[in-house]
């Protein structure tokens, strides 16, 4: 029994979660309608239970977050299909093996944060990711590196995904909502980086943008890696001429090439 436990004068729901798994079996018992209601995983799944569910992915990785003492976090969106330079033969196009130098830059990013935070006790400014391959596990390798703790907020998918090797076991979380994960990425953000990806990464960078832009969220330095990729793929100034974003918003984001340019622009 835990700590928590013995400080509650009722019996723990723990302890009578175990003692219904030892009850005589009779029609009574066996049906579902018998099991406790939090221990009835089927229950829990159930259409009508949506709005718990959502509020049980929120409050499990925060309250394990707090218990680990992660106070703020550094973001990596990128793509899962970028290659380590070592591996970048097996791309499946000849572009991602190109791209394959940023898989480089986001593990050397994340060791040089890593070893900051780690001066200052390594509660700041931890590396958190989507827990999957590509610059995901850049990321949290480079944590690894430096020797210390980092995130990854991995999400059920149909083709993908368990945890890559280097995410941090106590702080290695799985969602079935997507909205509820990206509110973890951002609600300890102290900077958000942003790697060359695919939807995933193009879905997170411009939600993060958008809350930023409509003052839904506070303004923090925001790193987009690999100015040509992003310059070729989105038109930004465009974006601006035609008016449907203001010339300020171009504002909110800065280009970088590699790790020590992006540390500089979080330091200046």
Request: glycine content about 8%; hydrophobic content about 40%.
């Amino acid at each position: 029994m835990n700590e928590q436990s013995r400080r509650h004068a009722m019996r723990h729901s723990f302890e009578d979660r175990a003692r219904a798994k030892n009850i005589p079996e009779t029609p009574q018992t066996m049906h579902p309608a018998y099991k406790l209601a939090f221990a009835d995983e089927d229950f829990l799944c159930r259409e009508d239970l949506r709005p718990v569910r959502l509020q049980l992915e929120l409050l499990k990785p925060e309250l394990l977050m707090d218990e680990e003492g992660i106070n703020s976090t550094i973001v990596m969106f990128g793509g899962a299909r970028i290659p380590e330079p070592a591996k970048k033969d097996t791309a499946r196009t000849k572009t991602l093996a190109d791209l394959s130098s940023y898989y480089e830059e986001a593990r050397t990013f994340a060791r040089l944060m890593t070893e900051a935070s780690m001066e200052s006790g390594g509660r700041e400014n931890v590396i958190v990711t989507g827990g999957g391959p590509g610059v995901m596990e850049a990321g949290n390798r480079g944590a690894q590196d430096a020797g210390g703790r980092s995130i990854g907020l991995n999400i059920v998918l149909p083709h993908e995904q368990a945890p890559n090797e280097y995410v941090t076991p106590e702080l290695s979380f799985n969602f079935h909502y997507f909205a509820i994960r990206k509110m973890h990425f951002l609600m300890r953000a102290k900077a958000i980086t942003v790697f060359p990806g695919g939807f995933g990464t193009l879905d997170e960078m411009f939600e993060a943008l958008t809350l930023i832009q409509t003052k839904r969220m506070a303004p923090v330095p925001f790193l987009l890696f690999g100015k040509a990729f992003w310059e070729k793929i989105i038109n930004w100034d465009a974006l601006s001429e035609a008016g449907t974003i203001s010339a300020d918003d171009l504002d909110l984001f800065t280009f970088v090439d590699t790790a020590e340019e992006a540390i500089a622009a979080l330091n200046a």
